[in-house]
């Protein structure tokens, strides 16, 4: 619908009559899981020990019906661990990086966060591979006798791997995979991963501050058999007297977890278990996705930032203004679109990542309804109008 202009007027879309029913839609933390209300959080567990009986059983039911949603092989281990992501990534760079030659690719901010640790921070003469935002680096002949990392879906740059298939089934290396934004969306090949990590606060809407990190047999081998030889604060310490720690992975975590985030997670278990499992939160996502493309491919005054399909996120969908002549001037016109949207409450934290090219970032994953995906279209039209 477009407002009767005078003659020679710039014709503005009118502003939109529906507006996304909840209009959540950053990049982390996500969106809670549709229906999802701070009454139905159980309190059973407050107030109490974690390593009391339903502590202890809480999280050990945490731990197995992950492991179950995201399918993962029955001989991976998953374990609940501290500071979120970055504290799972941690812990597996300091743990295991050092003793083999080491790749790393990059094609973003929280994937250069990783080359930084690799080679500044441990100093490891690594391979490093990077590409700029919108592409992905070359994953051509990877030496399979080398450790690899990774960010399986870019958050920054929304560019995902398209599949593991260039990571070598008989590989000796290991293969370390940033996953927070991929998993519970996107379809992980996990007998290629050796070590895994994601966070609560992601693709299934639950709270920040808490990781899960799965490990191969091989990785849990080579933890045990050939650890980097450096020492390691408590925090990222996966073995003790060179065995692996068993416990952290039925619940006894290595420090105090917070139960009420257990207890959002189980809600948010049971959320993804009822729509349909991994396959029903990749098919939500990917549709999310396909709404959002088909409003781009509609709206002249925006691109995907990832120009290939094959590499695009279904996640963290990242747009760049169509005309980029003038950075800077784009940078405050996506701050005042973001505010604006704000301010109508028709869209929250939409905008790009701070170190990316300016436009916006979508996140799809499948706790955001499609309907909202569609509602949110003309107000973005409208609000670049508005922003002009
Ligand atoms: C790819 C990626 N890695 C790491 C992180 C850091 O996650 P956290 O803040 O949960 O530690 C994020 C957060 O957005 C991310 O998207």
């Not at 720690?245 to 619940?251: C, E, H, P, T, V």
């Not at 990917?286 to 781009?296: G, K, Q, S």
């Not at 930032?305 to 001037?329: H, K």
Request: hydrophobic share 45%; proline share 6%; with cysteine.
């Amino acid at each position: 619908m477009t407002e009767v202009a005078e003659p020679g007027a710039v014709v503005r879309p009118a502003k939109p009559a529906t507006k996304p029913a909840r209009p959540f839609f950053s990049s982390g933390p996500c969106a809670k899981p549709p229906g999802w209300n701070p009454t139905l959080l159980s309190e059973r567990a407050l107030g109490r020990s974690h390593r009391g009986s339903v502590g202890k059983k809480l999280l050990a039911e945490a731990i197995d019906r992950t492991h179950a949603l995201l399918e993962l092989p029955a001989d991976y281990k998953l374990g609940i661990v501290p500071a979120s992501d970055t504290g799972a990534m941690e812990m597996a760079i300091w743990s295991l990086l050092g003793t083999r030659p080491v790749t790393i690719l990059a094609w973003e901010s929280f994937g250069a966060g990783w080359v930084t640790d690799v080679a500044k921070q441990l100093k490891l003469n690594a391979d490093i591979r990077t590409a700029d935002y919108g592409e992905i680096a070359d994953l051509s002949g990877i030496d399979p006798a080398r450790d690899v990392v990774f960010t399986w879906n870019g958050t920054t740059s929304g560019v995902r791997v398209p599949d593991a298939d260039w990571i070598a089934a008989d590989r000796t290396g290991l293969s370390i995979c940033d996953a927070t934004s991929a998993a519970f969306a996107q379809d992980i090949d996990w007998a290629k991963i050796d070590v895994g990590t994601f966070s609560w606060q992601k693709a299934l809407g639950g709270e920040a501050a808490h990781g899960m990190i799965v490990l191969s047999p091989r990785a849990i081998e080579r933890l045990e058999r050939e650890p980097a030889a450096r020492p390691l604060p408590k925090i990222f310490r996966l073995t003790k007297g060179g065995k692996l720690i068993d416990g952290i992975f039925r619940g006894e975590t290595i420090n105090t977890p917070s139960m009420l985030c257990v207890e959002d997670w189980l809600l948010a278990l049971e959320w993804a278990e009822k729509a349909g499992g991994l396959s029903g939160l990749i098919a939500r996502a990917d549709a999310n996705a396909a709404a959002l493309d088909e409003w781009v491919q509609r709206s002249a005054w925006i691109d995907h930032l990832a120009g290939d399909p094959a590499i695009r996120s279904n996640t963290s969908v990242c747009l760049q203004f169509a005309d980029r002549a003038d950075e800077e001037g784009n940078r405050v016109r996506q701050k005042s679109l973001g505010q604006l949207l704000e301010r109508e409450d028709a869209a929250y934290d939409v905008t790009a990542y701070r170190d990316a090219p300016p436009g916006l970032r979508i996140w799809c994953g499948a706790t955001v309804d499609t309907t909202d995906i569609q509602a949110l279209g003309p107000w973005l039209d409208w609000a670049w109008e508005a922003t002009a």
